[in-house]
């Protein structure tokens, strides 16, 4: 049936293009056969498959499928070093999620992944135990602290916490051509009882790209960007597996309807206001603050659930 073809002209019946379906997807998955890496082959017989099978439960058309055509070109031309229209298509489709959700599966216990996003950028400069993140005035200042434990409850020694976070006019540092390119970012080492703390600022919510394509979606389907506020965190130490999380503000407004689906309720976090002249306040902070507990178990490598 051809995209200008009424639905009710005369056409082959349903059975045979069934079989003309089942035979072209069998076709395909076959042509996969001869392929030397096993799990590829299994991947694009089951991409194949579902590709066609959604063609074919909604009837696309020609023109549709140009046009979908278009939007991954368009996707594609719009990602640089500094913008990943693809990472995002895949939040914002929830893929990433569900990736997280069969592939990052932890023991009970374990701190609970969450999506990288698009603003990742390695290499952050390494800092010590209590300093700012913040390297022009960024927000209202707030103190991140925890122990990095084993699933056992040892602190874990010498764990590398790589962050990032946005600042109070949304942005991250990599978004903004004018701020200082390591602003909000940085590698810290946990103490020998596993302690960290550092300076930070309260994130704030914000919206993801929406200039490109996948805005062009968002807008079409009514959907809104918002992303509920956060800090990120990737965890790593020497024999256990590498956490990439986030800190949610529980105050956020758009916890319930985060963009990309990313809240776990286990991740969301009290921000305590803290006054100017509270005895407790880190060296380096002015005015008034806050603080967030984080505390942090690693899964070992190797152990699955
Ligand atoms: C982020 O948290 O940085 C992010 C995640 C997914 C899409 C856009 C941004
Ligand atoms: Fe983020």
Not at 163 to 188: E, M
Request: hydrophobic share 40%.
């Amino acid at each position: 049936m051809t995209a200008t073809q009424p639905a009710s002209s005369p056409g082959p019946p349903d059975d045979a293009l069934g079989a003309t379906v089942e035979r072209i997807t069998n076709d395909v998955v076959r042509s996969f056969d001869g392929a030397p890496d096993v799990r590829l082959r299994e991947v694009l017989a089951a991409l194949v498959t579902h590709l066609h099978a959604l063609a074919t439960e909604v009837t696309l058309t020609q023109a549709e499928w140009e046009a979908g055509i278009r939007f991954l070109t368009a996707a594609g031309q719009m990602c640089d070093d500094k913008r990943q229209e693809l990472i995002l298509l895949s939040d914002a489709l929830g893929l990433s999620m569900i990736v997280d959700a069969v592939s990052e599966h932890l023991p009970a216990g374990a701190t609970e992944s969450t999506v990288l996003g698009p603003f990742y950028v390695p290499d952050s400069p390494q800092r010590q135990y209590g300093e700012s993140i913040a390297e022009r005035p960024s927000g209202e200042p707030t103190w991140v602290y925890g122990v990095v434990r084993a699933l056992e409850g040892r602190p874990i020694v010498g764990a590398e916490l790589d962050v990032w976070q946005n600042a109070a006019d949304s942005l991250y540092a990599v978004q903004n051509p004018d701020d200082p390119q390591d602003n909000l970012r940085g590698r810290f080492r946990t103490r020998d009882d596993g302690s960290y703390g550092f300076v930070a600022v309260r994130p704030t919510d914000y919206t993801i790209p929406a200039d490109g394509p996948v805005g062009d979606l968002l807008r079409a389907t009514a959907r809104h960007a918002w992303r509920p506020a956060h800090l990120h965190l990737i965890v790593r130490a020497q024999g256990y597996r590498t956490l990439t999380t986030h800190v949610f503000d529980a105050e956020s407004e758009h916890l319930g309807s985060d963009a990309v689906f990313a809240v776990k309720p286990s991740l969301v976090r009290t921000f305590v206001a803290r006054a100017a002249d509270d005895p407790a306040r880190p060296a380096g902070i002015e005015g008034p603050w806050t603080s967030v507990e984080n505390d942090i178990v690693l899964a070992p490598l190797g152990v699955e659930p």
